[in-house]
């Protein structure tokens, strides 16, 4: 399916159509994305919930560092158990700024680190053996993270840092056991 991008989509990397284990985003960036392990099915990337991970470079944030609002957001399949992990996030190790949407147990919590730790549980609880739809509308306006799930809003981070959002840092989907 060819879609039409708003020029402004930093980020378009259709998992279900891309079978290497180096993937260029679809988007005009070309991002280089590297797959360790995620095996490719038609429906998308299976990811154990050990170690496979996808990774992104840095330069996907370098022309966002100055935007106020950003909206990050992704499809993910839950296994019919109870686990835990990294779903997305980054990590910026030189300023050890980093924000991450991650799986505990069978709830969705928001993590935010830059100078100060942020765990918070947001009270979603994930569909075991099915598919949602997760993103964050992150505001540096005023300092705020809006969580959505399967387009409802699930909670609201006040007060927490943009510099998390706006580090750069290497973007990883699935876990990062670093």
Same mark, same amino acid.
């Given at each position: 399916?060819?879609?039409?991008?708003?020029?402004?989509?930093?980020?378009? #990397?259709?998992?279900?159509?891309? &079978?290497?284990?180096?993937?260029?985003? $679809?988007? $005009?960036?070309?991002?280089?994305? =590297?797959? *360790?392990?995620?095996?490719? *099915?038609?429906?998308?990337?299976?990811?154990?919930?050990?170690?496979?991970?996808? =990774?992104?470079?840095?330069?996907?944030? =370098?022309? *966002? $560092?100055?935007?106020?609002? $950003?909206?990050?957001?992704?499809?993910?399949?839950?296994?019919?158990?109870?686990?835990?992990? !990294?779903?997305?996030?980054?990590?910026?190790? /030189? *300023?050890? /700024?980093?924000?991450?949407?991650?799986? &505990?147990?069978?709830? #969705?919590?928001?993590?935010?680190?830059? !100078?100060?730790?942020?765990?918070?549980?947001?009270?979603? !609880?994930?569909?075991?053996?099915?598919?949602?739809?997760?993103?964050?509308?992150?505001?540096?306006?005023?300092?705020?993270?809006?969580?959505?799930?399967?387009? !409802?809003?699930?909670?609201?981070?006040?007060?927490?840092?943009?510099?998390?959002?706006?580090?750069?840092?290497?973007?990883?989907?699935?876990?990062?056991?670093?």
């Amino acid at each position: 399916m060819d879609l039409k991008y708003d020029p402004s989509l930093v980020l378009y #990397l259709p998992l279900y159509e891309l &079978d290497d284990a180096s993937l260029v985003s $679809k988007e $005009k960036h070309g991002h280089l994305a =590297t797959v *360790t392990g995620a095996l490719w *099915t038609p429906q998308g990337r299976w990811f154990d919930g050990i170690d496979d991970q996808i =990774t992104l470079t840095n330069s996907l944030f =370098t022309g *966002t $560092k100055n935007v106020s609002i $950003k909206t990050v957001g992704m499809w993910v399949f839950t296994p019919g158990t109870a686990d835990y992990g !990294n779903i997305y996030g980054t990590r910026n190790s /030189a *300023t050890q /700024a980093n924000w991450q949407f991650y799986r &505990d147990i069978n709830t #969705l919590d928001l993590r935010i680190h830059h !100078n100060d730790s942020f765990n918070q549980d947001t009270g979603w !609880n994930f569909p075991l053996g099915g598919w949602a739809c997760i993103f964050a509308i992150i505001d540096g306006q005023v300092n705020e993270w809006q969580v959505f799930a399967d387009g !409802n809003w699930v909670y609201t981070a006040a007060g927490q840092n943009f510099a998390a959002a706006s580090g750069g840092g290497v973007l990883t989907v699935g876990n990062d056991n670093d």
